[in-house]
């Protein structure tokens, strides 16, 4: 068992006068010593607050006054062990031991058969001058350990680990100096350590913080999509059923101005320029009769039919359709389809009429050629990317895209994205149009992967 500390304070008692006064400049000259040691100490301690770090240097400056080697053990609420955290020898190889040995044998808080796990328990130091004579000391003579102080790191009563430092020369023991340096050293540990857990405590806090803002601010912004979708939704339905409504009334009026316009074509005898108004004319009733349409086809969007689809199959296909209009236009296509898209549950007709719209308008924003690149990527949500190398939009217009009868194009009707928009949303998707004038226009897609 393991004795209690020893007190050898009396060394010197009736030594003659002038050995005295050597040993009292010697004790003072040790004391300075010791003073700038735990000066220096606390100097570096109040340098950093990486707890590891604190760790590394008590274990170091215990090595550098007192012992071979230095092992910090912690005290963890919970833990019947004590936890080694540092250890430090100039030999790589015997830290490396001590190490090993610290991880195979795990000291009980408590354990009679070492001082660490006594100290831990207790609180109190303990100086062993001959440890093979004193012990059995767990791991001593493994270790090879001839000398042992174990010192509590404490603050505010409370036991936050041990020092454990050992000499493994038979040339010299620890005595009670090297005992009350350890202690001072350990009490201005404690200081570092508590000041190092409190910055991780307030760091840690702080990532909290920052992380339930983030999401705060991802939710506020999602309500924000939601609320906006759902009035868009609204306003959409508002207008399918004003569509309707007036694309019958003024498509029966219009279809006997069709009519007579063709009758007075087929009349013999009509002055040449006569004939060109009449089938301009009729030109511009086509044209109402487009738009009149597509207010029709607008209002009567079906509920989609959802089933198994291959996002990358029905872009390929769409892209078929288009394929000699591109050639035409001289456009060249870039594909970038992931393999690993899995199959999404969609309506296939309209997620065709979504794509084949943007390739379209994307068509019609290269009039004089361009470069179209279209990419699938895997995920969830799963995305498409529809990109070209035309026009752009004008910044001022990019809220309106998705509005009903909104069109930069000369001759476009404004339904095309509108229709899109209401496809992807009833598909539980978002759609959104990234432009940079003179440099092209990006719409990107995104569907869930499931139903």
């Not at 010197?12 to 003073?35: I, K, V």
């Not at 100490?41 to 990486?50: D, E, I, K, M």
């Not at 390739?359 to 498409?384: F, H, I, Y």
């Not at 990109?387 to 009868?405: M, R, Y």
């Amino acid at each position: 068992m393991p004795g209690e500390i020893e007190r050898q304070l009396s060394e010197g008692e009736g030594a003659p006068p002038g050995e005295q006064r050597s040993e009292a400049e010697d004790a003072a000259a040790r004391r300075e010593r010791e003073a700038l040691f735990l000066d220096k100490a606390s100097q570096l301690f109040n340098s950093t607050l990486q707890l590891a770090f604190v760790f590394q240097l008590v274990a170091r400056m215990a090595t550098e006054v007192l012992g071979d080697s230095c092992t910090i053990n912690l005290v963890e609420e919970g833990n019947v062990h004590v936890t080694p955290v540092a250890t430090y020898h100039p030999d790589p190889e015997a830290r490396r031991l001590r190490s090993q040995v610290m991880r195979d044998n795990p000291i009980r808080i408590g354990d009679p058969s070492s001082v660490v796990g006594l100290a831990a328990a207790n609180g109190r130091p303990y100086l062993i001058k001959d440890a093979l004579r004193e012990g059995p000391l767990k791991n001593a003579e493994r270790l090879s350990i001839q000398s042992l102080l174990a010192v509590p790191i404490i603050l505010k009563g409370k036991i936050l680990g041990v020092l454990a430092t050992s000499i493994t020369s038979l040339s010299r023991q620890f005595t009670a100096a090297d005992l009350r340096l350890a202690t001072a050293l350990a009490d201005r540990a404690a200081l570092a350590i508590e000041n190092s857990r409190l910055y991780e405590q307030e760091r840690e806090l702080r990532r909290r913080m920052e992380d339930m803002n983030h999401r705060l601010t991802e939710s506020l912004e999602q309500l924000k999509l939601s609320q906006r979708q759902l009035l868009q939704a609204e306003k959409l339905a508002s207008l399918g059923s004003l569509s309707a409504g007036v694309a019958h009334e003024i498509l029966n009026p219009l279809t006997v101005i069709s009519g007579r316009l063709q009758l007075l074509l087929l009349k013999s005898g009509i002055p040449p320029d006569l004939q060109r108004a009449y089938r301009l004319l009729l030109d511009q009733v086509d044209r109402i009769k487009r738009i009149c349409d597509g207010m029709l086809h607008f209002a009567r969007q079906k509920e989609p039919r959802f089933q198994p689809v291959d996002l990358n199959a029905n872009l390929t296909q769409t892209l078929s359709l288009l394929a000699s209009e591109l050639r035409l236009r001289n456009i060249t296509v870039h594909t970038a389809f992931d393999p690993e898209v899995p199959y999404i549950v969609a309506d296939e007709g309209q997620l065709r009429q979504v794509f084949l719209n943007l390739l379209t308008n994307a068509m019609d924003a290269m009039p004089g050629g361009g470069s179209l690149r279209l990419a699938t990527q895997k995920g969830e949500p799963v995305q498409v990317m529809v990109a070209d190398t035309g026009c752009g939009i004008p910044p001022e217009d990019l809220p309106k895209v998705f509005d009903p009868f909104f069109s930069t194009k000369q001759m476009g009707t404004g339904l095309g994205l509108a229709v899109s928009h209401g496809i992807i949303q009833s598909h539980r998707g978002t759609i959104r149009v990234e432009s940079v004038q003179r440099e092209g226009t990006t719409v990107v897609i995104e569907l869930p992967s499931h139903a």
